[in-house]
């Protein structure tokens, strides 16, 4: 279902707090899971929160969920990239 969603969303980007963690670990487990090697991203439209945050000088604040929870971290993040980016 995650491959699908992606899929219908290919030409958006694709955020990660980091691009060399989030999005091999992501393209592994659907390249052993689903047998496919093309991702349904492209390269060029992943996009990194981290430097974001290292550029401007901030950070992610965390005042709910449980840290290194994959949910909780990527609502964390996305809540703080619409809130900077607005």
């Known amino acids: 279902m995650f491959f699908e969603y992606l899929s219908k969303k290919r030409n958006e980007p694709l955020w990660a ?20 090697g093309k991702m349904p991203w492209k390269y060029y439209n992943v996009y990194d929160g981290r430097t974001v945050c290292n550029v401007f000088g901030v950070d992610i604040e965390r005042d709910e969920g ?3 929870n994959a949910l909780d971290d990527s609502i964390a993040q996305a809540k703080y990239l619409i809130d900077f980016f607005h």
């Open 66 to 68: 449980v840290h290194h």
């Open 17 to 36: 707090r980091g691009p060399h963690f989030d999005v091999p670990i992501t393209q592994v487990a659907m390249m052993k899971v689903l047998g496919i």
